[in-house]
């Protein structure tokens, strides 16, 4: 059946506006006619891949795919969280592939997205993304030796003898920990959920035990995250101490000597950690309470006990007070650094945290006192 000439009109003029728009041809349309105009000026990009779903391994080369029309050149970059890092720019865009040797110390992770957009960027450029997460996985190697030249720290392998794996609990608590066996608990939970085997203990004293003396605390310290795994299926770890002694060190050093020891995610979390009398020399009783906005009465920054009344309060202040009435309480005594000797009325307990005037002068301590009311994480040990 033949069509009219009217309809084979339009349907080769389809036919002409498909092609063009396809192979990214542009012409000179006439500028009163604005539908056409716009029709092949319209810019396009799409990602490939990675899309989601793919397992790359750093160290390694992959493809990076994508189609564009009306585009000179692209840029690539990966994302993971806010911050974007450069993979390339500048490559001309009907090139439509890029190998990327993926950095052999990118972080593993399963939440990488790549972005391919219009280069160079400004505001109205095309840009698409992975419309799915990707996993980039860590090397195997032969010794922990290769992560230790690129952080220039010692990394210990897993079959080190005599190691005492060391974490930081993501979650907080009050003072009322349940006790010792309830701060236990809470460690044994968060290291079964982290993926850490074995038994684990709060580093944490109370007003009748010591830390050291309900702990084993012998062996090397090292962090229980893992920093790479070796190709026998063994891991490596952070070196944090050659002995307790040495790792207890680092709750009173200088911010900037413990930001080049620690990892970044454990020195964030290292000045806010509950601690209570670790050994002899943890503050047995009349503890300064730190706080933001002093309070006007002296009494209220002084806690008696040093652990939250053995981990059982959550409280600020000791039941009962302020008094109210003719009848005042007794409440236990303190001497101040001036020695004044006043009612010691806050609850508080001993906990890490930092003391001076800024990033380059402030030290960490294990002896700040911190009312029961605040939110604190665990250091947990390997036993």
Known sequence: MKLPFKENLILILAIFIFL????????NVAPDNLFLAQLFSTKRIKLGTPNGGEEWKTGESYQI?????????????????AEPKWIAKNIESKE???DWQIFIWEEPSQDYRVAIFEYPWKKGNKIDYSDKAFTIIGPKFASCDTVS??????????????????FITNQK???????LEGADEKCQTEAEKAGFAGSWKALLGDDRALAIDRLKLDGVFVEAEIAATLTEGKTCHRLLGENFEKFLEKFSNLWVVNREKLSEGFLNSFSNIWLGRIN???????????????????SENYSFTTTCQNWSQEDDKILGYPPTGRYTPEYPKCYTPYGKLIDAVGQAG???GLTGGGAGTNSFTPSQGKYCENYQKLLCIEQ
């Open 20 to 27: 063009f728009i396809e192979l990214g041809v542009f012409v």
């Open 65 to 81: 795919s994508w189609t564009s029309r009306g585009i000179d050149r692209i840029g690539l970059v990966l994302f993971r969280g």
């Open 96 to 98: 439509g592939k890029y």
């Open 149 to 166: 030249l690129k952080t220039e720290w010692p990394y210990l392998s897993s079959d080190f003898p005599n190691l005492r794996k060391v």
């Open 173 to 179: 608590w009050t003072g009322d920990l349940g006790g």
């Open 280 to 298: 002899d020399a943890s503050p047995k009783d009349c503890l300064t309470i730190t706080i933001q906005y002093p309070s006007k009465i002296i």
């Open 350 to 352: 001993l906990s890490s």
